[in-house]
């Protein structure tokens, strides 16, 4: 699997989090305005995979490969992944607001 994979996977996990059976459809609505429009009050919910409280599950497995890497190639790794799992974040935000919506 690849550094995006993973992150991909690891994201649309984090996204399953934010919309749940006690997600209104008024929220899930605000949620999908809030996407569409850029609200940075909506965008801010989507964790940092690589800093924070949410690091050690996003990585844990992936400590061994980057250690592997040069600087140049765990910087390049690391974007993979963030950029994976910002965009598997936000398919089942998305996804998951739709269909309380």
């Known amino acids: 699997m690849s550094y995006y994979e993973d992150g991909y996977s690891h994201g649309v996990?984090?996204?399953?989090w934010v919309i749940d059976g006690n997600t209104s459809?008024?929220?899930?609505?605000?949620?999908?305005?809030?996407?569409a429009d850029g609200d940075p009050e909506v965008l801010e919910m989507q964790p940092?995979?690589?800093s924070g409280?949410?690091?050690?599950?996003s990585i844990g497995e992936l400590i061994d490969d980057y250690a592997e890497l040069d600087d140049e190639a765990a910087s390049e790794a690391c974007d993979e992944y963030e950029r994976g799992f910002s965009e598997g974040f936000w398919f089942e935000v998305?996804?998951?607001?739709?269909?309380?919506?």
């Open 48 to 50: 940092s995979p690589l």
């Open 53 to 57: 409280e949410w690091a050690g599950e």
């Open 94 to 101: 998305e996804r998951s607001a739709k269909a309380v919506a």
């Open 13 to 16: 996990n984090a996204g399953s």
């Open 25 to 35: 459809a008024e929220t899930a609505q605000a949620i999908l305005r809030g996407i």
